[in-house]
């Protein structure tokens, strides 16, 4: 059954420096997201993506944050300047075409990312 | 603003006995909800999606809910088994828009055998 997969599993940096996670979607899917979920608490909707555009993002994805698809099967996300409480699981996920209106979206296994 | 609640945060029951879990909604009147199952330091799980004009939707051992007079679903697993012990999500649409999930925090159901 095709999935969501994601590296690095577990990422550990120093504040200030950046970080990149990746993703690689679902193949057939068109609309990709991320999300992260710190310790304990909900998950967070950051931003998602379709048609090689940002179409929505939360107040949590500011300037610091950016994504891109640099090719047909990678969606990436970036932290360009990492604070500590960037300290948090990041989930990808995808869904399918347009026109699923009930959006069922799949996750990846995440990337647990540790600021220190 | 919307909110998506889930007041319990842990549920222990017997192996074998219905697990009931509750999701409550205020300020919109979402169109769906969705149940995710999230196990320990992996990503949530889809499981149902109950649209707003159904009453009760099933697969295999699991039953949701849509109350739109209470403003609740609720999640049940029937004749629960240790296998089951996860975090459960309950999540919906966002006030505008459709694209991203509006999660809930989740109740963590222990089964004991």
């Known amino acids: 059954e ?17 970080v990149i996670l990746r993703c690689v979607p679902i193949s057939n899917h068109l609309y990709f997201y991320w999300y992260r979920q710190i310790l304990g608490q909900k ?5 998602s993506f379709y048609n090689n555009e940002i179409s929505e993002k939360s107040e949590i994805f500011d300037d610091q944050f950016s994504v891109e698809r640099p090719d047909g099967s990678n969606f ?15 989930f990808c996920a995808s869904s399918p075409q347009r026109g699923t209106v009930y959006n069922e979206q799949f996750f990846g296994p995440g990337t647990r990312l540790t600021v220190l | 603003s919307q ?10 029951i017997q192996e074998g006995k219905t697990a009931t879990l509750t999701c409550n909604y205020t300020n919109y009147s979402p169109a769906y909800l969705q149940w995710y199952r999230q196990d320990p330091g992996r990503g949530p799980v889809f499981l149902l999606l109950i649209r707003e004009n159904e009453k009760e939707k099933r ?9 739109t007079t209470l403003k609740q679903s609720l999640f049940h697993i029937t004749a629960s088994q240790p296998a089951d012990s996860a975090t459960y999500l309950c999540a919906g649409p966002p006030d505008s828009g459709n694209t991203p999930l509006v999660f809930g925090k989740g109740t963590r159901l222990s089964v004991i055998a």
Do not use: C, W
């Open chain 1, 76 to 90: 990436t996300l970036k932290i360009r300047s990492t604070k500590l409480e960037d300290s948090a699981m990041y």
């Open chain 1, 43 to 47: 998950v967070e909707f950051l931003v």
């Open chain 1, 2 to 18: 095709p999935e969501v997969t994601q590296t690095p599993s577990h990422q550990v940096t120093q504040m200030g420096q950046e």
């Open chain 2, 3 to 12: 909110k998506i609640e889930q007041n319990s945060e842990a549920l222990n």
């Open chain 2, 59 to 67: 697969k295999e051992r699991l039953k949701v809910t849509f109350d």
